[in-house]
């Protein structure tokens, strides 16, 4: 009980380093809790995968002559359902419960698919794959459709915000920047500039704007005019 709250505390101390970091850095709000909900998802599809075999024959059918054929069974089973729920899942979403719906509703389902593993009996076996089967049935294909293909469905400046954070996960020395502050507001304009005022002299930028506060923070300024390229005094 001690170590089950230790690893408790532990996670919630990660949780909350990660947040304050996140905002502290000025990344979307939705960035972090989009981030762990994936990630605890990707945890207990290949902690399943690596673990249910190996329970399944050393625990749970141990008794049985034929359990590694019994075992394999189960897991093609479950691993063939888990790729072909999504298809239902995508479809009750898009037309009837909606994407934010759908992804509640799949991690409720997973969250008590594991819980319910804990009761070594059939009945809750099974139960609990038939949970976690329904669970990311709902979830997987909703979460990456919440956000859109390439950024559909998220506004303009949410776009610049995501630009950024792949700058600065990539990580690149060169970057070009076409008018990055276009079609934002007021507050998300000047957390783009502050972004990108914080990357001068990392890195090597070169942007396309008419936005006078970037234009201040330029080394060098080249104006097209009459199809020419001009060096403008600073």
């Known amino acids: 009980m001690i170590q089950l709250i230790g690893y408790v505390i532990f996670t919630a101390l990660i949780l909350f380093v990660a947040k304050t970091y ?3 850095k000025g990344h979307p709000k939705a960035l972090f809790y989009l981030f762990f909900a994936e990630m605890w998802e990707r945890f207990s599809f290949y902690g399943m995968r690596a673990l249910l075999t190996l329970y399944l024959i050393k625990d749970f059918y141990q008794d049985l002559q034929n359990n590694e054929e019994i075992a394999y069974g189960i897991y093609a089973a479950y691993g063939a359902l ?9 479809y009750l979403a898009d037309k009837y419960i909606g994407y934010r719906k759908s992804i509640l509703f799949g991690g409720i389902l997973m969250a008590l698919g594991h819980f319910f593993m804990a009761f070594p009996t059939e009945f809750m076996f099974y139960g609990a794959l038939g949970l976690l089967i329904m669970g990311n049935g709902f ?3 909703n979460i990456s459709t919440l956000v859109g293909e390439d950024g559909a469905r998220i506004s303009e400046g ?3 915000r995501l630009g950024l954070a792949r700058i600065i996960y990539r990580n690149p020395k ?3 920047l076409d008018e990055p502050t276009s079609s934002l507001d007021k507050e998300t304009e000047k957390f783009v500039v502050n972004n990108i005022n914080e990357l001068k002299g990392l890195k090597t930028i070169l942007i396309s704007t008419h ?3 970037i234009l201040k ?3 060098l300024i080249y104006q097209i005019k009459n199809k020419n390229l001009y060096l403008k005094n600073i």
């Open 217 to 219: 923070k330029c080394d």
């Open 174 to 176: 060169f970057l070009i």
């Open 158 to 160: 949410q776009k610049q």
């Open 82 to 90: 888990v790729y072909l729920t999504p298809l239902l899942g995508g």
């Open 211 to 213: 936005n006078e506060e």
């Open 22 to 24: 996140l905002d502290k």
């Open 139 to 141: 979830f997987k294909p």
